[in-house]
């Protein structure tokens, strides 16, 4: 009889775990989320341009690129852009192959056939001078540049800027998450997580068309005002006021 109540109190204890778990309530939260948002003026710009040839082997290809990218180079240090700011952002060789020739469905296909390479070298600037965007442009392109991939501009401080903006959304949401509150008859006990996030708005300058037809004269750039935007998202616990 001992050994029966025994296993009888045994086999209870879990159960009344269980149902202890099962009644442990969730702390009630509050989440806001708020984004702060700050202009300004950009002080960098960054142009990519560069040169897409071809020629019957690889080496006349080559030379032929090489030849006018030396000469870009050099406009470009008489422009005074130091060669730290000049960066090879892709270089690709990629083979021409010969039309292949209609043939009965029933024949086998013929192996391609190579007849010459296209090379193409492209070379991104960084301009501090934003003055001399249009200049930089205009002349690279009469040098030989043939291809021009586009502009966008940047902050070289752009951390301090988006820490502005970051106070801002902070600041918004804490206002937000009391206003709320005060509405709902809740009272802000703390904050339990905070998280953040954002990214610059970037307007890009769609100058290639006016860059390759420009016949005479600087090419018009109007850099704006880039817009840097931060989010922060903060979760609160709550309890009735």
Do not use: C
Not at 153 to 176: I, N, P, T
């Amino acid at each position: 009889m001992r050994i029966a109540w025994l296993l009888v109190l045994l086999l209870g204890v879990p159960v009344v775990t269980l149902a202890h778990d099962e009644t442990k309530l969730e702390t009630p939260t509050l989440t806001v989320s708020e984004t702060g948002t700050v202009t300004h003026a950009p002080d960098t710009a960054f142009v990519t341009f560069g040169l897409e040839n071809s020629g019957k082997s690889l080496a006349e290809a080559q030379k032929r690129n090489s030849g006018v990218m030396s000469k870009v180079m050099d406009r470009l240090r008489d422009l005074q852009i130091d060669k730290e700011l000049i960066q090879t952002s892709s270089f690709t060789v990629s083979p021409q192959y010969r039309p292949p020739p209609n043939r009965p469905a029933d024949t086998p296909p013929a192996s391609p056939e190579i007849i010459g390479y296209i090379v193409s070298n492209m070379v991104t600037v960084e301009i501090r001078v934003l003055d001399r965007v249009g200049t930089v442009i205009e002349e690279v392109l009469k040098t030989g540049a043939n291809s021009f991939q586009g502009l966008h501009w940047g902050l070289r401080d752009e951390q301090s800027v988006r820490l502005s903006a970051l106070k801002q959304a902070a600041a918004k949401a804490r206002e937000k998450a009391t206003v709320l509150s005060e509405a709902l008859h809740l009272k802000l006990v703390r904050v339990l997580s905070v998280s953040e996030g954002g990214h610059m708005v970037r307007p890009s300058s769609h100058v290639a068309r006016m860059a390759m037809e420009a016949s005479a004269g600087e090419v018009p750039i109007s850099p704006g005002e880039l817009k840097i935007e931060a989010m922060v998202t903060l979760v609160y616990e709550v309890a009735p006021n």
